[in-house]
């Protein structure tokens, strides 16, 4: 059985087939692309789209399967200017009815196995999930082609600013030996 979804922000666990999969593909319309842009301090978000599949997993977990498309303009972190980036990645997560139990006693806690292991509620957000990969898939860093970063030196009125040379940690080493030099020559 295959189902198409569409702007649908959930779906309830209990209208999922238990023997085949369930497919959606969501792909917002211009007004929620604007309201996710905004919310990601994105300058704009041109495509989005989320295709993928619920799995049952056994008798009452789910496996979803899916693949996010973006196109996102973000700011240069140099220049300002707009950057535009392309997204198309992998989406999995496991909805479980039971999460492995953590001795809450032990001072240190180890994660699960299973990084993408969620608690199954009573329904699954798609529609957040897809936020959500979009937020953790975005580039840290969007650089315009050919910008580079200047040499800035910043400090406190009346005191000599510190620059990249001097923060070199054999800098005062390579000085001193030079001068040390200097002096055998004479």
């Known amino acids: 059985m295959t189902n198409q979804i569409h702007n649908i922000p959930s779906v309830r666990v209990a209208d999922l087939p238990q023997n085949s999969p369930f497919s959606f593909k969501i792909?917002?319309?211009?007004a929620e692309l604007s309201k996710i842009s905004k919310d990601l301090e994105l300058l704009e978000l041109?495509?989005?789209s989320f295709a993928g599949a619920l799995h049952p997993q056994g008798k009452s977990d789910w496996t979803l399967k899916a693949v996010i498309g973006a196109t996102?303009?973000?700011p240069c972190v140099i220049t300002l200017e707009p950057v535009t980036s392309r997204i198309d990645v992998p989406v999995e997560r496991h909805f479980l009815s039971l999460m492995p139990e953590i001795d809450s006693e032990e001072e240190e806690i180890e994660m699960p196995e299973d990084e993408n292991a969620e608690l199954l509620g009573d329904q699954i957000d798609l529609a957040?999930?897809?936020r959500e990969s979009l937020a953790l898939n975005l580039p840290l860093f969007p650089r315009a082609?050919?910008?580079?970063l200047e040499e800035n030196a910043f400090t406190e009125p009346g005191k000599k600013a510190m620059t990249d040379?001097?923060?070199?940690?054999f800098a005062g080493l390579a000085a001193l030996r030079e001068s040390l030099s200097d002096k055998d020559r004479e």
């Open 46 to 48: 041109r495509k989005l």
């Open 72 to 74: 996102v303009v973000q």
């Open 128 to 130: 957040e999930i897809m």
């Open 145 to 148: 082609q050919n910008a580079e």
């Open 27 to 30: 792909k917002p319309d211009q």
């Open 165 to 169: 040379e001097d923060a070199r940690p």
